[in-house]
């Protein structure tokens, strides 16, 4: 028996009415990255949460063996005295705070009489940021950091609580990919200085190339315990693990065949809309029907201030430039003329941006298009029904009914939602930014056969995405973004991941 | 291009049989039932109890008819205010300033009627008029200028009490004419005659029962054709039974004492309109959407800044129908008037179900909420209890109601 430093054995969760977790077992060598996989609801999360003590102990059944004995964790701090922390996908960072302060949140370095000793603050917090390979001032305040330097002060404030076992959940989510494979890189370090790690992740790419040991989860079960050493753990392998079946290809397969041009834009720019920063300069692309069109750029390089300022001038200001529709130029001043020209706009954000959490499926579905509904201001409710229904059965969104609250439902599904309210726009632009964000590779390819059909009937699709397979796999032709300029336009024959990278790294300094 | 889900007729054409299916299809499992509407539901339930309460503890003074009719002499001006303030609420708004408000506009209308004798109806669109100004000022500067509701009607809380004051020239002014006090304290009755009670009320209330039954039986037979489920037709009956012999009980009373209160009339169309308006409107969607998720709402293609200036417009409107109510029944304009109305309001809001955060409540919810208020401060003042307990009293209730909200919320969140 390998020397494990944790053990879950028989782990059993149950919410009224469902089994969460049933009779789970995990076991994690000392020392090693551990990967846990799992569609969305397998209980990935569940079972963290168990770990860490958000779950009470005696909540659950089964025992949690760790470094050697039983533990019983009645909370965060409990666990995190114990050196077990947990940085959860939505980051818990305070943003007007500095990222010395985010660091001893909770656990301040006090001097004399109790006062905070902001010396020793500053300088430990100045060590810790070193460890993780971030060159930023420790007074920094967070809001000033890009996603990808959050986690990584995420992950000081980890190191700072002197982390025996550092469970990330979905840390590359809403990173590109630059700074993902600083973060793997940053993770093979701790685990040279043997601090172990489990990983939860969707992206299987980065799980084949880091973890040392990997545990499928599907519907609240172990299926299996892999060990990436044998060197026969592909992506496919755990593929066919989390869904209980093969999957053909992750993209669908589809005929180009591009009509004419629908959307034009040209010299955009854009300003910031509180700083002194050109976030979009002088981009012009177009996009046909029939046409999946990507767009490729680092975190910063300015794809979602594009997309949002196209949309009814959504984000910033000083927008300047020309928006042509089948050729004739138009004006999308406000978000509600965008929508009457047959625009749309799916967010990379869809819990604050995309959706009403609080209300159902129905309601959210017709948001964007409630007036088609509506005879003088006066909404037909039955109407509005029958089109959310039709949405859930052509979409096939998995929800009890359409009287469902939208916070309930997994991220696929969430999506999906998202997708149906824009579709009863009747769009004939339809601009996805990041539409497979934090979902499972099962709704994933939904997702993209939900796209290709689109592209079947002559919609016009923008596809902006951090992940350059997802990008090669579905479009036609891709723009590379960098500081706020088109860098390059490649058919999608050409492009391939290198070239991409190369074009979305290019003059980056000298645009800002 | 072709749209991917034309709304167009329903897939399968409607039958002839629907109504015949009316009679028979739905389901009757009281467990759907009762957990689908337990947050509307359990305030009903709690108003029964805390009537029930009440009648047994005055044995039975608190449900006679003339006490009835007080209630809604009584309180009929904070359930105005609560329809404005449960929709600023969803919004994710707040108003504190409708209590001086009510007293301004009330000060308006009496400085016309009273000092320069001018007809009561002046007075009215008067006060409508500085109320709709007010909502329109409020409404500039939370909407454009975007500054949060809660200062603007803070500051102007101060601002048009101190414009009260100056309106009155510190002095409290009476009385109006009858006209004019006819619209709080008059009633509609012996207009049809009776023996002992007023056959008018009783007619009334018919009406209403039979328009609620048909509507109801109407909904559910467009909701079958939609094939959406329904409570069984048993269910149904005994539902409009249920609510045809308490409203029926409710005219019997009032018809016993002294006939249809005017301002309940009016009260009974504000509900209904603002029922409409919230539920079945674009607007009143809109405001829901604005209260759950702001940017997401704006994403959507929703004005948000004209949907909050029309929110609040509205909100000093309903504070102007109030505040001729209330001075109507005070028969006189007073520099204190109003004083601490927004807290009830408020109240009735939050009791009724709205969410601090905006995004949730209804107008039925804030009339209940404001009814047990009401129900509450009655009884305890029939029983002589004393001013000090009856504030401790209603500010437990406050509280108990929101927290019984959020434990519900949270224990309906932990299925995730």
Redesign the interface.
């Known amino acids: 028996m390998a020397d494990n430093i944790l053990e879950m054995r028989s782990i059993t969760k149950t919410?009224?009415?469902?089994a969460a977790l049933s009779d789970v077992s995990l076991a994690v060598a000392r020392g090693q990255i551990h990967a846990i996989c799992g569609e969305n609801g397998a209980g990935k999360s569940t079972l963290m949460k168990v770990l860490s003590g958000v779950y009470p102990a005696g909540s659950y059944g089964g025992e949690i063996v760790f470094d050697g004995e039983p533990v019983h964790f009645r909370g965060i701090r409990d666990s995190e005295a114990r050196g077990v922390v947990i940085i959860h996908q939505e980051l818990a960072l305070v943003p007007q705070l500095s990222i010395a302060e985010n660091i001893f949140l909770g656990n301040e370095r006090r001097g004399a009489g109790g006062l905070i000793d902001w010396n020793r603050t500053n300088a430990e917090a100045a060590t810790l940021l070193e460890s993780v390979g971030l060159r930023e001032n420790p007074v920094t305040p967070i809001v000033q950091l890009g996603v990808g330097k959050q986690q990584l002060v995420e992950i000081a404030k980890a190191l700072s609580k002197r982390v025996r076992l550092l469970i990330l959940d979905e840390p590359t989510a809403a990173l590109n990919d630059v700074d993902s494979a600083h973060l793997l890189e940053l993770l093979r370090r701790l685990r040279e200085q043997g601090i172990t790690c489990i990983l939860i992740s969707h992206k299987l790419n980065e799980i084949t190339a880091i973890a040392d040991s990997i545990t499928v989860l599907r519907d609240g079960r172990t299926v299996e315990r892999l060990d990436t050493g044998s060197g026969e753990v592909t992506q496919e392998r755990i593929i066919r693990g989390m869904v209980g079946r093969d999957l053909d290809s992750f993209y669908p397969s589809r005929l180009p065949s591009p009509g004419e041009e629908v959307l034009r834009i040209e010299d955009w720019t854009v300003r910031h809309p509180n700083r002194d920063r050109t976030v979009v300069d002088r981009a012009s692309l177009h996009v046909r029907a029939g046409e999946v069109v990507g767009i490729a750029g680092l975190m910063g390089a300015g794809r979602t201030e594009l997309a949002m300022s196209v949309?009814?001038r959504?984000y910033g200001r000083d927008i300047t430039g020309r928006l042509y529709l089948r050729g004739r130029e138009i004006r999308a001043r406000?978000?509600?003329e965008?929508?009457s020209h047959?625009i749309a706009?799916a967010?990379e954000d869809r819990k604050?941006?995309?959706?009403?959490?609080?209300?159902d499926v129905r309601?959210n579905i017709s948001?964007?298009g409630?007036?088609?509904?509506?005879r003088l201001?006066?909404?037909h409710?039955?109407?509005e029904?029958?089109?959310a229904e039709?949405?859930r059965r052509?979409l096939d969104i998995r929800a009890p009914s359409v009287m469902a609250v939208v916070?309930?439902l997994s991220g696929g599904n969430q999506q999906k939602v998202v997708l149906s309210?824009w579709?009863?726009t009747?769009p004939?632009v339809l601009i996805l930014d990041e539409p497979t964000r934090g979902i499972d590779v099962g709704a994933k390819y939904e997702i993209y056969t939900i796209v290709n059909r689109?592209v079947a009937?002559?919609?016009a699709i923008v596809l902006i995405s951090s992940e350059l397979p997802e990008l090669l796999g579905m479009c036609d032709r891709i723009y590379t973004l960098s500081g706020g300029r088109i860098t390059g336009e490649l058919p999608v024959g050409e492009a391939t991941q290198e070239k991409l990278m190369a074009l979305m790294a290019k003059d980056r300094e000298t645009a800002r | 291009?072709?749209?991917?889900?034309p709304?167009s007729a329903?897939?399968r054409t409607p039958s002839g049989s629907v109504p015949a299916d009316a009679l028979h299809a739905g389901s009757s499992d009281p467990r759907t039932l009762i957990m689908n509407n337990l947050r509307q539901s359990g305030i009903f339930v709690a108003l029964v109890v805390i009537v029930a309460f009440f009648a047994a503890l005055t044995d039975g003074v608190s449900l006679s008819p003339g006490n009835i009719t007080n209630i809604v002499l009584q309180y009929s001006y904070i359930l105005v205010l609560a329809i404005g303030m449960v929709i600023v609420i969803i919004g994710g708004h707040i108003d504190l300033s409708v209590g001086s408000v009510v007293a301004l506009t009330g000060a308006v209308s009496a400085v016309l009627v009273i000092q320069q004798d001018q007809p009561w109806w002046i007075g009215v669109l008067a006060a409508l008029a500085v109320g709709l100004a007010v909502g329109a000022w409020h409404g500039f500067w939370v909407a454009y200028a975007g500054i949060p509701a809660f200062i603007v009607t803070l500051a102007g809380m101060l601002l048009f009490r101190g414009l009260t004051l100056r309106v009155l020239d510190n002095i409290s002014l009476s009385p109006f004419p009858a006209e004019y006090q006819r619209i709080a304290n008059g009633f509609l009755n012996g207009l049809i005659g009776g023996e002992g009670y007023d056959a008018f009320t009783l007619l009334i209330g018919a009406v209403a029962v039979a328009a609620y039954a048909v509507t109801g039986f109407r909904i559910r037979v467009?909701?079958i054709?939609?094939r959406?489920p329904v409570e069984s037709f048993p269910l149904f009956v005994a539902r409009v039974a249920l609510v045809g012999a308490v409203v029926m009980y409710f005219a019997w009373q009032l018809a016993h004492a002294r006939g249809l209160p005017i301002v309940l009339i009016i009260l009974a169309v504000l509900v209904l309109g603002y029922g409409l308006l919230t539920r079945?409107?674009?607007?009143g969607?809109?405001v829901?959407?604005i209260g759950?998720?702001l940017?997401?709402?704006?994403?959507?293609?929703?004005?948000v800044r004209v949907v909050n200036f029309w929110v609040f417009v509205n909100m000093g409107f309903l504070a102007a129908v109030a505040g001729v109510i209330y001075s109507s029944r005070s028969n006189g304009a007073q520099p204190a008037a109003g004083n601490m109305f927004e807290l009830d309001a408020i109240a009735a809001a939050f009791i009724g179900g709205a969410?601090v955060t905006g995004?949730?409540g209804t107008v039925v919810g804030a009339m209940v909420g404001g009814l047990i208020m009401a129900v509450m401060s009655n009884g305890m003042q029939l029983m002589g209890v004393d001013q000090s307990v009856q504030s401790v009293v209603k500010g437990l209730v406050l509280l108990v109601a929101v927290a019984f909200d959020v434990y519900n919320k949270r224990r309906a969140g932990?299925?995730?």
């Open positions: 919410f009224p009415g469902v949309f009814g959504s406000t978000v509600a965008a929508i047959g706009y967010t604050r941006f995309g959706l009403n959490l609080i209300d309601r948001a964007a409630l007036r088609k509904l509506a201001g006066w909404v409710g039955n109407e029904i029958k089109v039709a949405s052509d916070g309930k309210k579709l009863f009747d004939d689109l009937e002559g919609k | 291009m072709t749209s991917t889900r709304p329903p897939e467009a909701r054709r939609y959406q079945r409107t674009v607007f969607r809109q829901y959407a759950g998720n940017p997401a709402a704006m994403l959507s293609g929703v004005k969410a995004g949730v932990a299925n995730r």
